[in-house]
């Protein structure tokens, strides 16, 4: 498949971008990343590469930070996917579009794994952000005929990931007081419980799906188990050497914090036969090595 990714310098576009050329997918390259919210450049990329599918990565992705920028969220994920659905449907030949939204849409529910038929209940400005680009997804897919395959997927981690996200954070912070031989980490609430993939995993699931997901159906992407952030910091704490304290911090508290995000994702593999295949002992690890050699390099 010819493939066009926006946000293809991020995390998860980095590791798609490997994953598609490794199942010998043509990636379109460009020059620098394209802003979704510039509608004429956007469009005249798209035009010029003429791909087949459109992944669209590209977002306002930081749910805390939507708090204190509702507007700048609103602007890059709902106004950037419109202008992604319109430049796609202007292609020569009109391109499918993957639509990345997030299980941030359910805002938990009861705490049993959420399907895809789980209300919607956005409870951040990024939640909200990302109900309103799927529907605009929804309406592009039934009204205009065009081809966009909505997927949800839960919590993923893994190297490279921005320290902005828990996980990373946690492992950045732990690796910090390793090389210092010890100390003190600042952690937030560890109380929610989180369902957890491996990036590498979720972008398997993203090529399957955009090969084989139905046009305006949504498909959540997870590994249908949860595990509190008290145990990820158990884990990596066990990984790691030297004396290092847990400290609550206040500061790192978010205003509304999701109690449980599980989910079920029963679509997903009965359609494709996707299961996760990497564990999250070997994740975490993984993440936690990265954040040491990143930190060793820059102390040298």
Not at 76 to 81: A, D, E, W
Not at 192 to 214: K, N, S
Request: net charge negative; proline share 5%; glycine share 8%.
């Amino acid at each position: 498949m010819r493939a066009f990714v926006t946000g293809s310098t991020g995390f998860v576009g980095h590791w798609l971008r490997r994953h598609l050329h490794a199942c010998g997918d043509e990636v379109v390259a460009l020059a620098g990343e394209v802003d979704v919210r510039d509608a004429d450049t956007l469009g005249a990329a798209l035009r010029a590469a003429e791909p087949e599918v459109v992944y669209h990565l590209a977002a306002a992705s930081h749910v805390g930070r939507s708090w204190d920028e509702p507007a700048e969220t609103t602007a890059i994920n709902v106004l950037g996917t419109l202008n992604v659905l319109e430049a796609a449907r202007r292609c020569p030949r009109p391109a499918a579009v993957l639509l990345v939204s997030s299980a941030e849409v359910y805002g938990g529910g009861d705490g049993r794994p959420l399907s895809e038929d789980a209300e919607l209940r956005p409870v951040s400005p990024y939640a909200a952000s990302k109900v309103a680009a799927e529907y605009l997804g929804l309406q592009a897919a039934l009204g205009r005929r065009l081809r966009v395959v909505r997927v949800r997927p839960f919590n993923h981690v893994g190297p490279g990931q921005s320290p902005d996200f828990v996980v990373s954070a946690l492992a950045r912070r732990i690796a910090a007081a390793e090389l210092a031989g010890g100390g003190e980490v600042r952690v937030g609430n560890l109380t929610p419980r989180r369902d957890l993939t491996d990036v590498r995993d979720v972008v398997r699931a993203y090529r399957l799906l955009a090969e084989r997901g139905e046009a305006g159906v949504a498909y959540n992407v997870c590994g249908g188990q949860t595990v509190t952030i008290a145990a990820v910091v158990e884990r990596l704490l066990t990984l790691a050497s030297g004396e290092i304290r847990v400290v609550e911090d206040p500061d790192l508290v978010r205003p509304v914090d999701v109690p449980v995000l599980a989910g079920d994702c029963t679509r997903l593999r009965a359609l494709t036969g996707w299961e996760p295949e990497i564990p999250l002992e070997t994740t975490l690890l993984e993440v936690l090595d990265y954040w040491r050699e990143r930190l060793r390099t820059a102390a040298a």
